[in-house]
């Protein structure tokens, strides 16, 4: 991460050609460690969350010569899923060999950094941000990006976490092929499993929907389901039966037993840590960054991208985000010096 000079260049640098000749050179070098440390912690621009958006902004950045530090925990939040989809020259590959093909790319920019570790919290220091990791370090940067992602809350049933991302799916356009035409239900209520239920009737016909308890749907919309031959059961769920995360049944409450290949859900979710209430940035009432069309959020000179501040969770509209971000970013710093 440090930059290293020689003699001459670091006299040059500290202003000391006039008295050089005198000065030790473990001055120097300790001199050195501390303006080598200063410029450590100092960027052009932060990105916090390096999955799919922060790389795409630092790529972006990178390669407009700013100098950026990512500072990234490792917990993407489609580590659980055997294969990712819909994602243009990835389609089918591992999340992991996807987001090490764009580590690797977006690294070799000189200036980019990443840094493994988890940030705590950020506040404005003069004209900086200053952010503050959990092992205690901080960093100084003229500008933020957040791409944190959105932490997933699992609803309390057994096998829901086990098969999730596997046979448990959140988007028929990442996992709906490859169960095309599968016995499929629906766990979702009210206007959410009505939405869900006329979107996956495209991929199959073979479709129940799991209210989980007295069922919201308004009486419109169970005529409607009913007429396309899907099903409501509104017995609790008691578990899913699975076989090491691949669905084979759902047991309700009322001791009857569906068998099903997969499952369409979409679990509540928070946002990750302390990090944009520390900042300031507002959430819509969905419980998104609130971001304009340039990825602004509502706190000067920070940015969002990704799924924290979008509904379309995808790692095609992670990496647009995220490269607008970068840009925008980019932009706003050649706005402030030229
Ligand atoms: C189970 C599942 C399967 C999916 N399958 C597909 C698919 O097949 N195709 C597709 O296009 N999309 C898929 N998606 C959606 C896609 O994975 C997301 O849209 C994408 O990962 C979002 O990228 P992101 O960078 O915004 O967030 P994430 O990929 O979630 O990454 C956020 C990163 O920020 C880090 N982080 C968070 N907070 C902090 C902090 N305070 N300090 C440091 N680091 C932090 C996290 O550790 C993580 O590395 C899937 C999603 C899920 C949940």
Known sequence: MHQTYNRRELIKLLGLGAVSVVVPFNILESKQRNMEDRLSREWDVIVVGGSYAGLSAAMALGR??????????????????????????????TPAVIASKAR??????????????????????DDQWEILTSDGNSY???????????KDKMPAIPGFEECWGKSVIHCPYCHGYEVRHQATGIVANGDAAYHYARLISN?????TIFTNGTSTLSEEQRTSVAAHGIQITEARIARLNHREGMLESISLEDNSKVALKAIYARPEFVQQGELLHTLGCELNEQGYVKVDAFQKTTVPHVL???????????????????NMAGAVAN?????ASF
């Open 203 to 207: 991929w199959t016909s073979k479709l």
């Open 104 to 125: 690797a790319q977006v690294l070799q920019y000189p200036t980019v950094q990443l840094a493994s570790g988890w940030v705590n919290s950020g506040r404005r220091l």
């Open 64 to 93: 407009a010569l700013r100098r950026v530090l990512i500072i990234d925990n490792g917990q993407p939040c489609n580590r659980h899923t055997p294969h990712s989809h819909n994602f243009l020259t990835q389609d089918g590959e």
């Open 331 to 335: 932009h706003e710093l050649i706005e």
């Open 304 to 322: 969002a991208c990704g799924d924290n501040s979008s509904m379309m969770r995808s790692v095609a509209n992670a990496v647009a985000t995220g």
């Open 140 to 150: 100084r940067a003229k500008k933020l990006i957040v791409a944190t992602g959105i």
